[in-house]
RNA sequence: GCCGGAAUGGCGGAACGGCAGACGCGGAGCACUCAAAAUGCUUUGUUCGAAAGGACGUGUGGGUUCAAAUCCCACUUUCGGCACCA
């Protein structure tokens, strides 16, 4: 710290040191106080990861939603503003086989030094509410909700091709593919066939899309459209083709069943069941090439599958199905470009009006069928030919039309289809939360009984953390081996533990009891503050958290534990902060440390400067912005109110009346602007009025003038969302007690705003020419006099002809030349 | 390929269709000082001009309008997301 200590200068340390312990005596954000009767606000961070300790992304993060945390404090809302750790995970676990230690104690060492940091940092955090997810107190009612699930058939096993990361030795989900990487190592993610839990998602694919309509203005636009992209419904039919020689017929799903008649073959998932079926009464020739195949897609993984100039592959299986609308005898092939887990896994292909059957036709010279007149019509809309009856339909009827037909033979039906795939939650690991379900040779898959909850992880002593395939609670013989509690039979507990997204997805209810023993969360308190009415978090979770986090609300919901069905009703993504243009990384060499930045600048200085960067969702390059600066602002601040010699309680009406119009319009300016976001501007007012105050102090209105304690004071208020040090140092000073965070905002005069003078702009042909002041009630004939009485004005217009004049009294007058 | 953002001084960024560049960083100058730091004040889009005062200016090209950073169309660059989803 540069400044020198003593009593007339702005110390950060000091006032930092002073003011911490005091408020943990005063806990001026306890949403907890019996009888409080302030509107209650829900405003939630994402909690963190506990892996290491805070950095600069955890920094701009909490610096924002303590911003508005803060704003509907002094509002006079009883906010609660909770945090906690998503305290489960690989990460904890890749740490504790490097270094030889227990999860646990690492995990825990972490939260400790991430919860220091956070006091230190000021967040509004309410304390007693913390909640930390490998807690058993609260995973057990992970596991609660699990059986819930389960009991409602939303929870289910079944056998198929997953994802699995081959360094991770896991499986994973969908949404944690990322371009064919492992979201977590960047391994290339291959596909296994595991039976594995899931999470029903599907069921409510068709709510978790609509309802975002409902998220519309309150949520980034981005986020709404990567959710509907990611649940991507569409529209078609699904088609029945009867198949020479067996007895069910194999369904499609298609979007355009307008172009069935031009369907020439048939395409099957090669590493699906069905094709393995139909390929069994083949010849043994095409059976060999059918394997090989197989062998060399399963290899392959999705990077190698997904190269977009990658040709076309396939085999022919020997067998044909019947097209139903012209009993045309479609070939029926196996390829990889068809996926086993959309639709049904077998398409109908149209190689005249789809690319990629188009250059499977190619390359296997497979006759094609143009259905649409016109080859330059790119979507097909024009009248249908080689269609039959149908022919000069256009691509709307056409499809309507042969659906028709089709239902009428019982041979298909309109359908819809998502890209939305149900949500692997099993782990092949050991931090996480155990499956309830005990495994018994005769009962088949037993819950474990309420009563018995939680199933707590076994110690991780002697257990062999390093990832192989399958989970590491198997070894743990005594935890596994127990006896059925349905029939009491030695059984086996499921040795799964659960992706740690189901934690995160609810985790939000919690903190409304989080150490309650006898239910998950209080449905009354979940009446009275959720859902959250602000969230706050980075764009990362745009689909994963935040789609889950709906889902389980919406299962709350018809379980009617919840009233309500999304859980988040606003939503802010913060951008990240950079280095040089890039991400912060050791590697890269341009890592700044939060805690340096905090030692240098003190945390007020440094949660400002995450405010004042820019839109809070636009990244923040540390290169580019000036936390000296932010210091050097907050002292100035600071100063001013040392400078205000009135006492308190004086009464402001008989101060200067333009300093007072200054701090009443900063009144007025700032609320909208935190409500809309724009934290940014709303620190340029507060530095507006700082300079303002400044002159008043410097010129002949000076510090006894009751108008600069109006000023200092609105300045400390509207400090204490940004640097509650400093803010809480300057209300000491202006001799208030502690507690300027709960001061309240004081509303504006509007009569203090009223003005009689405006400044009237005098354009020629658009470009300004000339501003005098008018007054307010100026009629128009006189503004356009004073117009034209300018003799910028007259110069201006010189020769030309005037073609026309606007005059918007009292603001402007507008003279355009011919 | 498809779907979304974004583009404003040396830099971060402001601007209900009506004074472009608020506020800050950086720069320059002045005051205080033996000096420096700190602080305070002035100044700072480019350009012509001694000045008064002009010209130009919000990625590019068009359009709507008395008036466009803002609305419309096309394009360029760039950043995200999705991507063999039938």
């Known amino acids: 710290m540069k400044q020198l200590s003593t009593e007339h200068e702005y110390d950060v340390q000091a006032i930092q040191d002073k003011w911490l312990p005091i408020w943990d005596e005063l806990k001026p954000f306890d949403s907890n106080k019996p009888g409080d009767t302030r509107p209650k ?5 994402m909690f963190p990861y506990p892996s290491g300790d805070l950095h600069m992304g955890h920094a701009e993060a909490y610096a924002l939603g303590d911003v508005i945390a803060r704003y509907w404090a002094q509002k006079g809302f009883n906010v609660m503003h909770p945090i906690g750790w998503d305290s489960f995970g690989l990460p904890a676990e890749n740490a504790a086989i490097k270094r ?3 999860p646990k104690g690492w995990t825990y060492d972490n939260i400790e030094q991430q919860r220091s940091s956070m006091r230190r940092y000021a967040c509004s955090f309410d304390w007693d509410r913390v909640l930390v997810t490998s807690d058993p107190i609260y995973y057990r009612w992970n596991q609660w909700l699990f059986l819930e699930f389960y009991k409602r058939g939303l929870a289910y096993r079944k056998n198929s091709p997953v994802n699995w990361c081959p360094s991770c030795q896991t499986v994973l989900a969908n949404e944690q593919v990322v371009q064919g990487l492992c979201e977590r190592c960047d391994s290339a993610v291959t596909k296994k066939s595991l039976t594995q839990w899931y999470f029903k998602v599907t069921d409510y694919a068709d709510r978790l899309l609509d309802d975002l309509d409902g998220l519309e203005g309150n949520w980034p636009n981005k986020v709404l459209s990567m959710q509907r992209n990611w649940i991507g419904r569409s529209y078609g039919a699904e088609v029945s083709f009867e198949v020479e020689g067996r007895d069910e017929p194999i369904t499609v799903y298609t979007t355009r069943p ?5 369907a020439t073959f048939m395409v099957v998932a090669v590493d699906s069941a069905l094709a393995s079926e139909l390929v069994e009464t083949a010849d043994s020739t095409i059976r060999a090439e059918f394997d090989s195949y197989l062998e060399k897609t399963k290899k392959s993984n999705d990077i190698e599958r997904l190269a977009t100039d990658r040709e076309k592959t396939g085999v022919f299986i020997g067998r044909y199905a019947i097209n139903p609308v012209n009993g045309e005898k479609l070939p029926i092939w196996a390829s990889d470009y068809v996926l086993a887990d959309y639709g049904t896994g077998a398409i109908m292909a149209v190689p ?15 006759p094609v069928i143009p259905v649409v007149a016109d080859p330059e019509d790119e979507n097909g809309d024009g009248p249908r030919i080689n269609s039959g009856s149908f022919d000069g339909l256009l691509r709307e009827e056409a499809g309507d039309k042969i659906v028709e037909f089709l239902a009428a033979k019982q041979a298909g039906k309109k359908a819809k289809n998502f890209r939305l795939r149900d949500w692997l939650i099993s782990r092949q690991r050991y931090w996480g939360t155990p499956i309830p379900i005990i495994h018994c040779d005769t009962c088949g898959e037993v819950p474990v009984p309420a009563d018995q909850l939680p199933v707590e992880l076994p110690s991780a002593e002697g257990l062999d953390l390093k990832p192989k395939g399958t989970s590491p609670l198997g070894a743990a013989t005594d935890w596994v081996n127990v006896a059925c509690p349905s029939c009491g039979a030695p059984a086996k507990r499921d040795t799964d533990t659960m992706d740690t997204f189901v934690d995160s997805s609810w985790y939000f209810l919690r903190y409304l009891s989080p150490k309650s023993e006898t239910e998950a969360f209080p449905i009354q308190a979940a009446k009275d503050w959720a859902p959250v009415d602000q969230y706050v978090g980075g764009v990362t979770h745009a689909i994963l958290h935040l789609l889950y986090a709906r889902f389980f609300t919406k299962v709350l919901n018809d379980i009617g534990m919840i009233d309500f069905n999304e859980p988040f009703t606003r939503l802010l993504n913060q951008g990240m902060v950079q280095m040089n243009g890039s991400a ?6 341009n890592l700044v440390r939060l805690s340096d930045q905090l030692g240098d600048h003190g945390v007020d200085a440094v949660r400002l400067t995450m405010a004042f960067a820019g839109p809070p969702e636009e990244d923040i390059d540390w290169a580019d912005v000036s936390p000296a600066g932010s210091a050097k602002f907050l002292a100035r601040a600071w100063r001013a109110a040392k400078d205000v010699t009135c006492a308190p309680g ?3 009406s008989k101060g200067n009346t333009e300093l007072r119009k200054a701090t009443h319009t900063f009144l007025r300016d700032f609320s909208p602007l935190i409500e809309n976001f724009k934290f940014n501007v709303a620190v340029a007012k507060v530095m507006e009025l700082v300079n303002a105050l400044r002159k008043a102090l410097d010129g002949n209105i000076g510090g006894a003038d009751p108008s600069a304690r109006e000023a200092a004071e609105a300045v400390a208020i509207g400090l204490s969302l940004f640097a509650p040090y400093t803010s809480e140092d300057m209300w000491a000073v202006l001799g ?5 965070a709960l001061a309240g905002l004081p509303e504006a005069d509007e009569t203090l705003l009223v003005e009689n003078s405006i400044t009237a702009i ?3 042909d658009g470009k300004l020419r000339d501003k005098f002041e008018v007054p307010i009630d100026i009629t128009a004939e006189q503004l356009r006099e004073r117009a034209f009485a300018s003799e910028n004005v007259t110069r201006a217009i010189g020769d030309s002809e005037i073609a026309n004049v606007i005059v918007r009294e009292p603001k402007l007058v507008n003279i355009a030349t011919k």
């Open 736 to 740: 208030h007690q502690p507690g300027v």
């Open 100 to 102: 030889g230690l227990d």
């Open 650 to 652: 004086v009464d402001f």
């Open 352 to 366: 005249a009006h789809d690319e990629r059957d188009a250059e499977f036709a190619v390359k296997f010279s497979l």
């Open 584 to 589: 912060m990384s050791k590697s890269r060499g």
């Open 762 to 764: 005098v354009q020629v």
């Open 258 to 262: 307008d172009t069935l008649f031009g």
């Open 41 to 45: 606000k829900y405003v939630l961070d």
